[in-house]
């Protein structure tokens, strides 16, 4: 299973949205795929799982959608503190698999 | 307040062995599967092992299996990672993360594998 994630990078203004894709090469259950945010010399932060339920403390703005191998992250009206790198994420009974990731960049 | 306290990394050279502990505190360690992850400087993510809440259960990706060993004590909230037969391409930060949707993240520890 492979996820790859588009764009490679994002140019954005704040208060613009932001929407990111992950796209697998099977299908994949979505009570299983996840999304974190990852900000320069910090661990990884989990944002989204089960394709669409937002973690503890997440703000609303954060919203995931998607079925199949076609996934979404959307980041409605971009927060200075949301420019960060963002990973999808995939697992199974036995393994897990990152996408590539997408940076979110100040336009 | 939920802690996962990664220790053991540092620099080896090629062909040497490190053992990485981490401490956790803050949840019900016992109950939740655990999982090593790594970062390779500039670069993604990429998952290492996991293992189920009992220490039953037990993956590795295909690029350590054979030699790396995951363990657990969960009488003292503790996860274990004995990276043997080190390479170069083993150099990374390694995060210890706790459950299946990877709520919670140790701050990492690097490991470098260098001559």
């Known amino acids: 299973l492979v996820l790859t994630q588009s764009p490679g990078t994002l140019s954005l203004s704040p208060g613009e949205r932001a929407t990111l894709s992950c796209r697998a090469s099977q299908s994949v259950d979505s009570n299983y795929l996840t999304w974190y945010q990852q900000k320069p010399g910090q661990a990884p932060r989990l944002l989204i799982y089960g394709t669409s339920s937002r973690a503890t403390g997440i703000p609303d703005r954060f919203s995931g959608s998607g079925s199949g191998t076609d996934f979404t992250l959307t980041i409605n009206r971009l927060e200075p503190e949301d420019f960060a790198l963002y990973y999808c994420q995939q697992y199974g009974r036995s393994r897990r698999t990152f996408g590539q990731g997408t940076k979110v960049e100040i336009k | 307040e939920v802690q996962l306290v990664e220790s053991g990394g540092g620099l080896v050279k090629p062909g040497g062995s490190l053992r990485l502990s981490c401490a956790v505190s803050g949840f019900n360690f016992s109950t939740y599967k655990m999982n090593w992850l790594r970062q390779a400087p500039g670069k993604g993510l990429e998952w290492v092992s996991s293992i189920s809440s009992s220490g039953i259960y037990i993956s590795y990706a295909d690029s350590v299996k054979g030699r790396f060993t995951v363990s657990r004590d969960n009488a003292k909230n503790s996860l274990y990672l004995q990276m043997n037969s080190l390479r170069v391409e083993d150099t990374a930060v390694y995060y210890c993360?706790?459950?299946?949707?990877?709520?919670?993240w140790g701050q990492g520890t690097l490991v470098t594998v260098s001559s």
């Open positions: 993360a706790g459950g299946s949707d990877i709520d919670y």
